[in-house]
């Protein structure tokens, strides 16, 4: 479901995903994003680009409680739940490389995965993990 022209915040240019088309939204259950919205848009304070789509494994929970960013304890104090497989996220754009290079990368939602994903993701490696594109 894409956002409207300007990804749901007025004064913005339009959010495009990584194909270059409008921006959908990544999940609303649970809520995500860096303005918690349900999309994985970016603007210069998101420090750590949290810009990729990306649908829970196991695995990926595993790597990235072990790497230092545990997403699958939940922490009430914070509203947050805890992620479990199946579940869509933003990812930081780094954190999903990193994952990538330890073979531990997630599926993508290509259309929900902002174009700021390429300035640390290059497409083809998206592609690959896309669950999006039939």
Not at 53 to 63: D, H, I, N, Q
Not at 91 to 104: G, I, K, S, V, Y
């Amino acid at each position: 479901m894409p956002l409207d022209e300007t990804g749901g915040r007025p004064g913005r240019r339009p959010s495009r995903n990584v194909l270059g088309g409008p921006l959908d939204i990544c999940s609303a259950e649970p809520m995500t994003g860096f303005f918690r919205n349900g999309c994985c848009d970016t603007s210069p304070e998101d420090i750590g680009s949290h810009t990729v789509c990306a649908v829970m494994t196991k695995e990926f929970l595993a790597f990235s409680k072990k790497a230092g960013n545990d997403l699958s304890t939940p922490m009430p104090d914070y509203g947050f739940a805890g992620l479990k497989p199946g579940d869509r996220w933003c990812l930081c754009a780094p954190r999903w490389q990193e994952a990538l290079e330890a073979d531990a990368a997630p599926k993508v939602v290509l259309r929900a995965t902002a174009e700021g994903a390429l300035q640390h993701c290059a497409l083809a490696d998206l592609v690959r993990f896309a669950i999006d594109l039939a």
